[in-house]
């Protein structure tokens, strides 16, 4: 049985014009599941993609030996974008927008599917203000500017964290490293895919 939220969030993005942005803190089967659910909802020609913004912090550290610590604070950027263009061209769709484009594009969109859990502030005042004006699905774990702002989400979406689901990640190299859930989620929350 689906839940209410889910059935809203079904009944208000099926045939519109609709946004998915893709956290790189999901997985790569996530951002698989989430993008072909939007162009089975939305349909090709009615569905944009986006990456969602990839956190940085100083600069890249290498160490004696070649570790290196990177400034990049995603785990996933390289293996989301990867996904999010492969679908984009199985379905001859736009090319995947960078975050900052976002919201400008939502004006020409009826709906959104935003995806979160990000340890710090990701959602900026002009992606808050474009969401207020169009149907707009949260699927996140920890609080945000969007889900301090009960006019800018009309659904909220509980997502699993990283360490109650499985799946993979592609790292600097562009290697994919399979990482299992360590504990079962809680409650209604559920793997974003």
């Known amino acids: 049985e689906e839940a209410p939220a889910l059935e ?3 009944e208000n993005l099926r045939g519109r014009r609709i946004a998915l942005m893709v956290s790189p803190m999901l997985s790569c089967e996530d951002a698989y599941c989430l993008a072909q659910a939007a162009v089975a909802l939305g349909g ?3 569905v944009t993609l986006a990456l969602g913004p990839v956190p940085t912090a100083g600069e890249d550290k290498t160490f004696p030996g070649g570790y290196t610590i990177r400034a990049e604070k995603a785990p996933n950027a390289r293996g989301v974008q990867r996904v999010l263009d492969a679908v984009a061209k199985q379905h ?3 090319k995947v927008l960078d975050f900052k484009a ?3 594009a939502l004006k020409n969109l009826d709906g959104v599917v935003l995806t979160g859990n990000y340890p710090s502030a990701w959602a900026t005042p002009e992606l808050v203000d474009a969401c207020r004006d169009r149907y707009c699905v949260l699927i996140d774990t920890l609080p945000n500017a969007l889900t301090e702002d009960a ?9 699993a964290t990283w360490a109650e689901k499985a799946g993979t990640f592609e790292n600097v190299d562009n290697r994919l490293q399979a990482f299992e859930a360590a504990i079962p ?9």
């Open 185 to 193: 989620p809680i409650g209604l929350a559920k793997s974003d895919g």
């Open 44 to 46: 090709a020609g009615n």
């Open 151 to 159: 006019s800018a989400i009309d659904a909220f979406l509980p997502g």
């Open 8 to 10: 809203d969030v079904l």
């Open 102 to 104: 976002l919201p400008k």
């Open 92 to 94: 001859q769709l736009d």
